[in-house]
């Protein structure tokens, strides 16, 4: 099947620095989503990138689908973006999540 | 609200017991997910349903089973054949199956612990 891989796996930030958290598979795909888990385990979309540049407040995502890449960018962090990141990609017919980043922003 | 309601919260089951995890959606969707989550790993597949009356294994379905009786609940047993019980379990849905379009979300989760 498909393979998702991320990286870093754990990101340590201060807070108001920015990050770039990668997403790389192994297939062509036609669904890919980035989610945020937070300390208590619920998982939040943050956003629907199959291709393109999609922008949401301090957040940003970019898939180059051919080249099999995602980047996830974090503007000006804050202790509330700590948690689990992961990226998802649909290869034959459901998700195949990657392991995730761990991000942790402190103040 | 809409949303997806996963029962209960948390759960903890002695060793040789079934036990049931309920997951019930208002969001009108056709598909529905259970995911199992590991600590410090990322979500794996249990079963899947793109439609009523119709469930599919996914990566992980060894000592599960669910059933799809009405399109809104989707509940997930853990039995007794599972070795590994013990980890939180991800409910989720989308409009439709399928690779195309198809935002997911999840509920709270479940964390199922076995003594």
């Known amino acids: 099947g498909i393979q998702v891989e991320q990286s870093p796996p754990d990101l340590i930030l201060q807070e108001g620095a920015n990050s770039t958290l990668r997403c790389n598979f192994s297939d062509s795909v036609n669904n890919l989503q980035w989610f945020h888990q937070n300390p208590w385990g619920q998982l939040i979309n943050l956003f629907y990138i199959p291709s393109g540049t999609k922008q949401n407040g301090r957040l940003s995502a970019t898939t180059v689908a051919t080249e099999r890449y995602s980047l996830l960018y974090i503007s000006s962090s804050q202790t509330t973006d700590s948690g689990v990141y992961f990226c998802a990609v649909t290869g034959y017919s459901t998700l195949t999540f990657g392991k995730g980043t761990m991000l942790l922003v402190s103040p | 609200d809409g949303g997806i309601t996963q029962s209960p919260k948390y759960l903890f089951r002695k060793e040789g017991q079934n036990v049931t995890l309920s997951c019930e959606q208002n969001?009108?969707?056709?598909?529905m997910y259970w995911y199992r989550q590991d600590p410090g790993q990322g979500l794996r597949l249990i079963y899947y349903s793109q439609i009523v009356n119709d469930f599919q294994k996914g990566d992980i379905a060894e000592g599960y089973s669910v059933s799809r009786e009405k399109k809104e609940s989707f509940p997930l047993t853990v039995t007794s054949a599972q070795k590994n019980p013990t980890a939180f379990y991800l409910c989720a849905s989308s409009v439709r199956g399928g690779r195309i379009g198809n935002t997911i979300y999840f509920g709270e989760g479940s964390w199922l612990t076995v003594v």
């Open positions: 969001l009108n969707h056709d598909a």
